[in-house]
């Protein structure tokens, strides 16, 4: 009776294995920003973001761009130096069920990635070719640019790079040595970025307005399928979680 | 660490483990094939499915179909060849058209305000259901790319039919023959729109209709059939689980 009691009590103090609030919370954040980050666009691109000469231009986008610098870089040195510094020395001798519960926190930061994904690859990039069908450029700095490219794609890459350091430094499956597949779907994917630098140099050079199937968008296009990787992340994923549950579940 | 000890404390726990790791699989892969299947379409053939005017009976008709089988094909050679389920291309047909329907509406109409009939996305969805079902009936990558592949062409003109018919109607404004998609066009003038014109259903046959859509359907799915071979494969590639070496 005493024991049965102790071992209720540590399961009721135990960490849940899946903390879903932490994820529902995760998914949230980045729905509400988003939602303030569009609103700001519709407000600020037609009042201040047509005239990239005019002070309005300085005070409510290239501000926005250079804040929204400063935060990444703090952001993503802070977020991946914390996850590298606390990392589990002997991750190769944990039980079975914190193996469990890891997989699933990395599965929280998956649904992260693939939110950011979605905002960053699809809703701000697709954004972008309304907004130059109906506003000409005149710097590459745009109102669209400065969110598609200088906000949306660094959360991606903050957030895949996040989840790929997670599985590697806390999951048994990943120590064999580095993930081609989880590599691929997060560095490419982040090559997108500084393929805006080849895009950014051909729409200075060739044309300002925007035709989208122009073959110098097609370096987005080759790293977007990279996306592709993450098929092998959950081939891996599902061959140690049946590991870990084959006894239980047969 | 045992190997005797295990992960769960019970079978419900296990049965319960299993099925929130198939929920937060299902939302990854979705929203993450959402994004790359969406940057790759909106980049090769967005012009295409972005306004009315370009879906003409003759590009629209070629390109769309050749650059969006590519994802399908790939996913498929995951979900099928892996895990027997044979939902792979109406999974990425979903994750584009509701990347693309937010994206007109909230943004296409919510920030520039071009009316939604004149920049709705493109219907894949009947190419996708028999793309599946050629898939699950045959079990055979050849058929599926064979059969599949030219359903996946064909079937899109038809499949759009009933969405673009009344915008294809020819009408006379100011002295010019054009459709009303065409007039669409011409009333919501975007940067591009040179360029536009000069790239929109060039060629010397144009027509009404008549032969050039079935004519480019045709073309389209035998091309289809051939990127379909091609994305199985390196969908395989990218369903391994290599490891490289750290340096």
Known sequence: ?250 | MSASQSAVRSRAEAVKASRTFDWLICFTLFFVVLGGYHIHYMLTGGDWDFWTDWKDRRLWVTVAPIVSITFPAAVQSMLWWRYRLPFGAVLCVLGLLLGEWINRYLNFWGWTYFPVNFCFPSNLMPGAIVLDVILMTTGSMTATAVIGGMAWGLLFYPGNWPIIAPLHVPVEYNGMMMTLADLQGYHYVRTGTPEYIRMVEKGTLRTFGKDVAPVSAFFSAFVSILIYFLWHFFGQWFNKTDFVKAA
């Open chain 1, 1 to 250: 009776m005493a024991a049965t009691t102790e071992s209720v009590k540590a399961d009721a103090a135990e960490a849940p294995l899946l903390n879903k609030r932490n994820m529902f919370l995760g998914v949230l954040l980045y729905v509400v920003f988003y939602g303030w980050v569009r609103w700001y666009e519709g407000v600020y691109g037609w009042s201040a973001g047509l005239d990239s000469f005019a002070p309005e231009f300085e005070t409510y986008w290239m501000n926005f761009l250079y804040i929204e610098f400063v935060l990444e870089v703090t952001t993503a040195g802070i977020l991946w130096g914390y996850i590298w510094k606390t990392r589990d020395r002997k991750v190769m001798s944990i039980t079975p069920r914190e193996e469990l519960r890891r997989h699933f926190t990395h599965w929280t930061w998956l649904v992260m990635y693939a939110t950011a994904i979605y905002y960053g690859a699809s809703y701000f990039t697709e954004q972008d070719g309304t907004w130059h069908q109906t506003i000409v450029r005149d710097t590459d700095f745009t109102p669209s640019h400065i969110i598609e490219f200088y906000l949306s794609y660094p959360i991606y890459i903050i957030t895949g790079v996040a989840s790929f350091l997670y599985a590697k430094t806390r999951l048994p499956a990943y120590q064999q040595g580095l993930s081609l597949q989880y590599m691929v779907s997060v560095i490419g994917p982040f090559m997108i970025l500084p393929n805006v630098g080849l895009n950014e140099w051909g729409h200075t050079f060739w044309f300002m307005e925007e035709l989208f199937v122009a073959p110098l968008h097609y370096g987005f296009v080759f790293f977007g399928w990279a996306a592709l990787g993450v098929m092998g992340v959950v081939n891996t994923e599902v061959a140690s979680i049946s590991k870990l549950l084959k006894k239980d579940l047969a």
